[in-house]
């Protein structure tokens, strides 16, 4: 019961922080370090990291259900209800996000082996560490609340409606998320940052960032799901039917909180800028860097 209580609070963290632009990586870094899942104690080590490496990914696709259940109407191009030309403005639209989608796929799979190969280490193996998450926690806050006052000053924004984001913008929005491969920038918080900068509405820019985070979340969970198998054929392990029920709980908890994150964050915008975010960042990077000194 104690485990299910935790992959609750795993699935509530996920919903909220996949979201909104504070890295939801920086905080299941520290949520783990005080309440680790225990899904299997009579089974070694290896099994522990590899599940709980599988796990915050894969609860991600409850994060992604959401976006789909919330704006299926805009990203169903089959709707009997839309006219030729409606449906062909979805079909652009998500070819912009696959367009967007290819920076981070070509990092994160092709850079990632290529890197392994050469290094023995893949990229998590190199930056993956507290030190890196707090120091993008911070970096990236300071440049959320640089660039919204200089936006609010300027008021550059030339792209109001998603649907108005050009393949080039797309493109140039997915380099962002492709900076999002470094644990603590958060993909919401570096493709809302990039769009942001090259001129795209507030409102267009969190949508946005959430379509493109179908397509990303999706491969991510895919190859993380098939690491994990792959590891369980080769050491023969049995997964505990706990462990499979575990992650379920925690996604469905994901999907539920990710569709209040996501209503909060675009009320949220209509009145007020990212600044706020930038400053939480601020203040978790020093808590991240306070707790990982004082533990040594």
């Known amino acids: 019961m104690i485990e299910f209580l935790?992959?609750?609070?795993?699935?509530?963290v996920e919903g909220i922080t996949e979201w909104l632009p504070?890295?939801?990586?920086?905080?299941?870094i520290l949520l783990d370090e005080f309440i680790s899942l225990n899904v299997a104690p009579n089974l070694d080590k290896t099994f522990a990291d590899e599940?709980?490496?599988?796990?915050?990914?894969?609860?991600?696709?409850g994060a992604i259900l959401a976006v789909v259940v919330m704006f299926f109407s805009k990203l169903n191009p089959l709707s009997p209800r839309k006219t030729p030309e409606e449906k062909l403005g979805?079909?652009?639209?998500?070819?912009?996000?696959?367009?967007?989608?290819?920076?981070?796929a070509l990092i994160g799979i092709v850079g990632d082996k290529l890197l392994e190969k050469?290094?023995?280490?893949?990229?998590?193996?190199?930056?993956y560490n507290w030190i890196c998450v707090s120091a993008a926690l911070i970096i990236y806050g300071i440049l959320f609340i640089i660039i919204e006052k200089?936006?609010?000053?300027?008021?550059n924004e030339d792209v109001i409606s998603v649907n108005d984001i050009s393949c080039k913008k797309?493109?140039?929005?997915?380099?962002?998320?492709?900076i999002s491969i470094v644990p603590g920038t958060s993909r919401s918080g570096s493709t809302i940052l990039g769009s942001r900068m090259i001129g795209i509405s507030k409102e267009a820019a969190a949508e946005f960032s959430f379509f493109m985070g179908i397509p990303a979340m999706a491969g991510a969970s895919l190859i993380k799901g098939a690491g994990f198998f792959s590891y369980v054929s080769e050491s023969g392990v049995?997964?505990?039917?706990?462990?499979?029920?575990?992650?379920l709980v925690a996604s469905a908890v994901a999907f539920i909180v990710s569709i209040a994150a996501i209503k909060f964050l675009m009320d949220f915008i209509k009145k007020h800028s990212f600044a706020p975010f930038g400053v939480y960042r601020i203040v978790l990077g020093a808590i991240v860097i306070g707790y990982f000194l004082i533990r040594g």
């Open 6 to 12: 935790k992959a609750i609070l795993f699935g509530i």
């Open 22 to 28: 504070i890295s939801s990586t920086g905080h299941l």
């Open 51 to 61: 599940y709980f490496s599988m796990f915050e990914v894969v609860i991600q696709l």
């Open 90 to 104: 979805v079909w652009k639209l998500w070819g912009k996000v696959l367009i967007a989608s290819i920076p981070a």
């Open 118 to 127: 050469a290094t023995g280490k893949d990229i998590d193996g190199w930056i």
């Open 150 to 155: 200089k936006l609010a000053r300027s008021k």
């Open 170 to 178: 797309a493109f140039a929005v997915g380099l962002f998320q492709a």
């Open 238 to 247: 049995t997964v505990p039917l706990t462990a499979w029920l575990i992650l």
